[in-house]
Structure formats: structure tokens, C-alpha cells
């Protein structure tokens, strides 16, 4: 089973970006899925880079969630159930948003958590 990690390269124009790196040069490209508020985003796009087994990740910000809160984006590898990151978006008043930020990547987290138990207890049902 591969592994995956990943790390920010950068925010650009509404797109996200990150690099993903298997654990070996040979890793089948990942099933990257962004959820936030528990709903997946479209149009996500994985390009292949230059070093084996890593891979661009472009995550583009729906307009409608440039609105005041926290809106807190989980990425993960589908296929294995493995969280690779997350990232905020934060907008309107900056204060006390520090905690909301941590309770919507919670909420996000748990939400990952329910639906990898679900999908193991019907597998092994």
C-alpha cells in the first residue's frame, strides 16, 4: 500500500495548489477528493510533475465560499481513507477566528473519520 504526502506550494488567483509525493517513485497516481462543509469540490485537477511519483494538485475556490467565516478545505486519497492536508479560507472579522478555524478543521475531520467507519463496517459486513 502506498502512502502519500503533501505540502502547499502556493494560493494563486482563487487556485490552491500543493505538491503530493508517494512514497516511492512507482505510486499509482492518488484519488485526491476536497471536501469542505462535507460537500466535494469539483474540478479539482492532479497533473503529473516532472519528479516520479509526485504530482500537482490544483484546488480552485468556488466563489460563493469567499463569504465571511471559516470555510475549511480537507484533501484525502479516497481509495486508502488517508487525510492529506487541509487548508482555511477566512473572511469578514478576523477576531476570535483563530478557534473557528480549528473547530471547522475538527468538524471536517470528524466528518472524514464517519464516513471511512461506514465504509469499513459495510466492507466488512
Known amino acids: 500500500m502506498t502512502a502519500y ?20 517513485d512507482d505510486s499509482p497516481t492518488p484519488e485526491v477528493e476536497v471536501r469542505v462543509h462535507d460537500k466535494a469540490i469539483q474540478d ?8 516520479p511519483g509526485s504530482w500537482l494538485l490544483k484546488v480552485p475556490v468556488p466563489t460563493n465560499l469567499l463569504a465571511d467565516g471559516v470555510h475549511t478545505f480537507m484533501i484525502s486519497e479516497s481509495s486508502l481513507g488517508q487525510a492529506l492536508g487541509s487548508f482555511s479560507i477566512v473572511a469578514g472579522d478576523a477576531a476570535g477566528e483563530d478557534i473557528r478555524a480549528e473547530m471547522s478543521l475538527l468538524r471536517a475531520e470528524l466528518d472524514m473519520l464517519k464516513r471511512s467507519f461506514r465504509r469499513h463496517c459495510r466492507e466488512t459486513a
Not at 505540502?7 to 512514497?23: L, N, T, Y
Not at 479539482?44 to 519528479?51: I, Q, S
Request: aromatic content about 10%.
Open 5 to 24: 504526502s503533501m505540502s502547499k506550494a502556493r494560493f494563486f488567483e482563487g487556485v490552491w495548489e500543493g505538491v503530493i509525493a508517494g512514497d516511492a
Open 44 to 51: 479539482v485537477g492532479l497533473e503529473p510533475l516532472p519528479d
